[in-house]
């Protein structure tokens, strides 16, 4: 964006703003994108297939475990940079086409890879890198595709329910699957996350349609596009802002680990019950997930945004009952993986949607969501820091969590109106960069 502001059209209204795929498009496209790049992960499908491969196949131990996983998924941190590669790099004038038969196809050889290559620490180690590259560069492609489409229609809480959608519904199964998978020889498991990037071929051959950007639209080399992106992003107002929001939001100092240590050592949970805790969070998250596009329709975002904290906090606040398997249950539905959750971060999923600059979708959300990630990152660790050192109780944690996310309830009055106040649908008469 080259200058300070832009008129923001509906589609509708105007036939050359349309943009070349209709809102059901956009909406499949980035469903069936967000299953394979959410049950494909090592985390997901693949996590207790590949925990047990290592543990009994190549005799490894906890820290040589941890350390595999930690690097073999390395790659997911520098999904911004993919994401300068593609909105600044067009191929054959497409940001987004080339991008998604590349991770569909090469995600889905590397995942058969991961079965047929040598059982050798170091030689799965660099087969599942490459994997987690590929994984990575399909989910900012599909990242981008929803800021696109929800920016189109005014959609942005729309399309961002879908990943909270498919995040639930894989909660639902995915353990007692990879429990399964864990049994039987690791060349299923590796087939069935061949089969699902690969369908990311012919689902993009058919359903995607993108107008050809402007030949010399960032200069002659591709280092043009890098530069006018870096420049674009980091001079758009709209990015700081939102940015900003996410990464205090999830700073408050967290009891994520704590809460694990608690269950298993203080309430003696089995990890079968601790497991199927997940199944119950995965229902009352999707709820939340298909209650949200009603809302975001019904109310300004920025009374979402209100929800959002207060969520936070009240499910934060539900971890003071938290003394047996029964209130287990109850909190864990609605507290910090359910519904609670659920509500509080498709208001911020939503707000970044919104904030992400045209032209530069991919990157602009990725780098968002990406200083959200880090400051989640940080609040585990400094929570458990004050639970490890300075002997703060669970609940003395629980207490400081809420507080501490309270309190960005005095920025939200603060947010351009532009940004959240309107409802879905809405099209604003003016976005600031």
């Not at 079965?115 to 599942?128: A, M």
């Not at 993009?204 to 530069?227: C, D, F, M, N, W």
């Not at 996310?405 to 603060?414: D, G, K, M, N, R």
Request: aromatic letters at 10%; proline letters at 5%.
């Amino acid at each position: 964006m080259n200058s300070s502001s832009e008129t923001a059209v509906s589609p509708a209204n105007s036939p050359a703003a349309q943009p070349a795929m209709t809102l059901r498009r956009y909406s499949i496209l980035v469903c069936w994108g967000m299953v394979v790049t959410n049950l494909g992960q090592f985390g997901s499908l693949g996590e207790f297939p590949i925990r047990f491969l290592l543990k009994d196949v190549l005799l490894v131990s906890p820290t040589a475990m941890a350390t595999w996983l930690t690097i073999a998924i390395l790659p997911w941190s520098f999904k911004p940079l993919a994401a300068l590669l593609v909105d600044g790099v067009p191929i054959r004038r497409t940001r987004h086409r080339y991008y998604l038969l590349l991770g569909g196809l090469l995600g889905g050889l590397f995942w058969l890879a991961m079965g047929f290559v040598p059982k050798d620490y170091h030689v799965l180690l660099i087969t599942g890198c490459c994997l987690n590259v590929m994984m990575m560069l399909t989910s900012t492609v599909v990242g981008g595709l929803l800021v696109e489409g929800g920016q189109a229609y005014g959609a942005t809480g729309r399309l961002s329910s879908i990943r909270m959608i498919v995040a639930n519904v894989i909660l639902l199964f995915v353990g007692p699957l990879g429990g399964f998978l864990a049994t039987k020889w690791f060349g299923y498991t590796a087939m069935i996350g061949g089969v699902l990037f690969f369908s990311m071929v012919p689902v993009t051959l058919l359903l995607l349609r993108e107008k050809p950007v402007a030949q010399g639209q960032y200069g002659e080399k591709p280092l043009s596009g890098i530069l006018h992106q870096i420049k674009v992003v980091f001079g758009c107002r709209n990015i700081w802002i939102c940015s900003g929001l996410l990464f205090l939001v999830h700073l408050a100092p967290g009891f994520g680990t704590p809460l694990f240590y608690y269950k298993s050592e203080v309430l003696k949970l089995s990890p079968q019950f601790i497991g199927n805790l997940t199944v119950v969070a995965g229902v009352m998250g999707l709820v939340g997930a298909l209650v949200y596009p009603l809302l975001c329709r019904k109310f300004h975002l920025r009374a979402l945004l209100y929800l959002s904290i207060v969520s936070t906090v009240l499910s934060s606040l539900l971890y003071l009952g938290y003394v047996g398997p029964k209130s287990a249950i109850v909190i864990e539905s609605l507290g910090q993986l359910g519904l609670g959750y659920t509500l509080a971060q498709l208001p911020l999923f939503d707000l970044a949607a919104r904030g992400t600059p045209k032209g530069s979708e991919a990157l602009g959300y990725s780098m968002m969501l990406a200083l959200g990630n880090l400051s989640t990152s940080f609040s585990d660790v400094l929570g458990s820091y004050l639970f490890d050192h300075f002997q703060l109780g669970f609940k003395n944690l629980v207490w400081i969590n809420a507080g501490t996310t309270a309190l960005i309830l005095l920025v939200i009055p603060f947010l351009p109106a532009y940004l959240v106040d309107r409802k879905e649908g809405e099209v604003s008469d003016e976005i600031k960069s």
